[in-house]
């Protein structure tokens, strides 16, 4: 079966019959990150400084694996899939050089997950630039390209490296988005960005070193996208778009004084040197910095710790230059062994003083005050308009989306040239404290995007407490982020390409008993929110097929895989059941059902039938990983627009309400993914306003997955179904640490800690 193509409509997405397409999707595959041969998860130390001899081919799976994966991401009713690689993966043996066999295998991967009928976008990954500076991303030979030694960013703290980590076991949670305000990635993000302004006289091969790095990643992206519309299969009706850089950062760009960290700035976590700090230990010097710890009201300083590279320097020293290997070609001006900013003047190593701690605050051409919202809408759109024209160059009809730094004001695309009809404006987000605490509090929340945009007087006001309150939050705030993104953007779809919680919370608790009520609990806030924001859709962080207990996700200690070698996955239905249906029983076929039988209104019916199959009792199973809160319920494709829809995971009831301009057609039902898990046949009870609908068992690989066609009347029409509550329905989750503080404790230790995350 191959999935239609896709148009937008405004803020929806729709098929070729005219269906509103609501997008449950995920991100596909963690382990992308890293290359399969050899096989390099962050903690692996060797082979991390042989960027030249690696291969992603197997990532995210092998052939044979694919079928496996992408089968069961079908049976659990995902229909999109955020395709996850790195720049790394197509040029990491040098510039200009690609990897047409690792090109080939995406092809032929793509291909098997357009046979399970999914929607698919490629996602250009990165985070904190590339592996060596402890992130993944761009191919090593761009460090080298920067000036920069790799081999010296642990000793230095250019970069916290996880393999670098004396017992990689032990490296710290949520350490690694540290390394965006450490030298290595501040470094090379301003010179990708804004090279050409801030730092003039690094030229490489004859260009500036924004144009030589922006030019190699664009380049190698449009020879992927060459190579996939050469195919000639899989354009439109499988890849339907491509989405901007992953969560593009600005490093030093717009920072207001290197002598400090701005108080907005709440990603701080162990050593936190200021800029002009990073420099110093970069260039050997020792230097006492203040480290800090992340707390339940956010992050507090912990105390100060000397950082001495005992004279070693991150900057390439020239008997170590790699300039002949990758070919590259140095102006005068720039010379190997020292730092590049204090080649700009930024700083004087003679006398170890910074000289211009403002120089990055304004554009240094026109003097113009460098916001982060005027970073995006100069430097990011730049590249944006870039990687978009190269990308349509090959494939002519794509979606595009645009992904602005996370958090951030959006680009302010509405009413200009950029404002076109296939357009997307995708965003990320996360309950920060749930993932930086690796714990799920059910007691009290913060609104952290109301915070970021003034929407409180105090911090403290930003704080919600109790269980409906923080779900409502979260809620929210998504809603805040779209409306947001419409107003920035446009009449856009908004994407979610980004969500998700931990599964290893409170040190692993669920892995030693096999209690996953805590993260069944966060992962339904998160769905709730997501049902609720009004958004086209979503793609989950994450799946992985190599994650496991002891290592996670295999990279940087995370922990966000739905999917694990070492947990069960929940049973498909018996593929051998009787539908249900409130047709009659000659009409059990959808061919056999027409819209001229349409009646107005239907007696509310119930299903009766009896399984020929029992399936195993699920609740509180050890081991399923929260599969209550990601088996959920919801439409696929539906006849009009849709209005509101969401699963109460505690009642185990769907609702879902829409506007149709017609009657069914006969050929288009509305789909709705239902999922067995929750919706047994015997078990289940459907209402609905109008209309004739069945329920059936699809055969995905020799497995069920159960759906639900809908044939309705014109206007609005809604529907309600029951499943079974099962014990562990979100139910209890939370740990007793949670009920030591009631409302005036919380808000009394808010005041005493007014930074929140």
């Excluded at 998160?526 to 049902?531: H, I």
């Excluded at 329905?729 to 409302?743: C, I, K, L, M």
Aim: hydrophobic fraction near 35%; glycine fraction near 8%; charge should be negative.
């Amino acid at each position: 079966m191959t999935p239609s193509p896709l148009r937008i409509d405004g803020i929806r997405l729709r098929d070729n019959r005219d269906r509103e397409v609501t997008f449950r999707g995920i991100n596909v595959s963690g382990d992308a990150k890293f290359p399969r041969h050899p096989d390099l998860p962050s903690r692996v130390q060797d082979n991390l400084f042989d960027g030249d001899n690696i291969s992603f081919v197997g990532r995210p799976f092998n052939e044979g694996e694919a079928h496996i994966h992408f089968a069961r991401l079908k049976r659990y009713g995902y229909n999109s899939i955020r395709y996850v690689f790195t720049w790394e993966a197509i040029e990491h043996a040098g510039p200009g050089q690609y990897d047409d066999e690792w090109i080939q295998h995406t092809i032929s991967t793509l291909r098997i997950a357009k046979s399970y009928d999914f929607h698919v976008f490629m996602d250009p990954h990165q985070d904190v630039w590339c592996r060596q500076s402890g992130g993944d991303g761009a191919p090593m030979w761009t460090l080298y390209a920067a000036g920069l030694d790799p081999k010296q960013f642990t000793k230095t703290q250019a970069a916290m490296v996880h393999a670098d980590w004396p017992d990689p076991a032990d490296f710290p949670k949520m350490l690694w988005p540290t390394n965006y305000q450490r030298l290595a990635c501040f470094t090379m993000f301003t010179l990708f960005w804004a090279g050409r302004d801030y730092a003039p006289n690094a030229i490489i091969n004859g260009v500036n070193i924004q144009d030589y790095l922006q030019g190699h990643f664009i380049d190698a992206c449009k020879y992927l996208a060459q190579k996939i519309h050469q195919a000639g299969d899989l354009e439109d009706v499988c890849v339907i778009g491509w989405e901007s850089m992953n969560e593009p950062n600005r490093g030093l760009v717009g920072w207001e004084n290197m002598y400090v960290i701005p108080k907005e700035l709440n990603m701080k976590k162990g050593t936190c040197p200021t800029p002009w700090q990073s420099l110093l230990t970069g260039s050997g010097r020792a230097v006492e910095v203040e480290t800090y710890e992340f707390g339940s009201f956010g992050p507090y300083k912990s105390g100060t710790q000397l950082i001495d590279p005992e004279g070693a320097s991150a900057w390439l020293l020239p008997e170590a230059s790699r300039d002949e290997h990758y070919g590259f070609k140095r102006d005068s001006n720039w010379k190997l062994g020292s730092c590049l900013w204090a080649q700009h003047g930024v700083w004087d190593p003679e006398t170890d003083s910074l000289l211009k701690p403002e120089y990055f605050d304004k554009s240094p051409s026109t003097g113009e005050k460098m916001t982060y919202e005027r970073y995006t809408n100069l430097y990011f759109m730049q590249h944006f308009r870039k990687f978009r024209d190269v990308i349509r160059h090959a494939h002519k009809d794509c979606m595009m989306l645009v992904q602005a730094p996370v958090l951030e004001i959006p680009p302010t695309i509405k009413g200009t040239a950029d404002d076109d009809d296939r357009l997307i404006f995708a965003t990320h987000y996360y309950d920060g404290l749930t993932l930086l605490t690796k714990h799920w509090n059910k007691l009290y929340n913060v609104d952290v995007f109301g915070v970021l945009r003034g929407k409180y007087w105090s911090p403290a006001f930003a704080v919600k407490i109790g269980e409906t309150a923080i779900r409502n939050c979260l809620r929210d705030q998504l809603v805040a982020i779209r409306q947001e993104g419409e107003n920035y953007t446009g009449t856009h779809p908004t994407l979610f390409t980004e969500i998700g919680i931990p599964f290893d919370m409170d040190d692993k608790h669920a892995y030693k008993t096999g209690d996953f009520s805590s993260q069944i609990a966060a992962l339904d806030a998160n769905y709730f929110a997501l049902e609720g924001s009004g958004a086209a859709g979503s793609t989950l962080w994450l799946y992985c097929g190599s994650n496991n207990h002891l290592w996670s996700d295999n990279w940087n200690g995370e922990d966000l895989s739905i999917f694990s070698v070492d947990d069960l996955v929940p049973p498909a239905p018996p593929r051998d059941e009787v539908p249900s249906t409130n047709a009659s029983s000659t009409a059990l076929s959808g061919s056999q059902i027409h819209p001229d039988n349409l009646q107005a209104k239907l007696p509310k019916p119930s299903i009766q039938r009896v399984p020929t199959k029992t399936p195993p009792e699920l609740g509180n199973h050890p081991g399923l990983r929260a599969a209550e809160a990601f088996l959920r319920p919801s439409p696929v494709a539906t006849h009009g627009d849709v209005v509101k829809y969401g699963f109460d995971l505690k009642s185990a009831t769907f609702t879902f309400s829409l506007t149709a301009p017609s009657k069914t057609p006969n050929d288009a039902p509305t789909e709705i993914f239902l999922p067995h898990f929750h919706f047994p046949s015997g078990q289940t009870t459907v209402e609905v306003s109008g209309g004739k609908w069945i329920i059936d068992i699809r055969d995905v690989d020799g497995e069920g997955m159960q759906w639900m066609r809908w044939w309705h009347a014109e206007g609005e029409q809604t529907m309600k179904v029951k499943g079974v509550i099962r014990k562990n329905n979100g139910q209890d989750a939370g740990s007793s640490a949670d009920e030591e503080y009631g409302y005036f404790e919380v808000m009394r230790r808010i005041g005493e800690n007014c930074t929140v995350m």
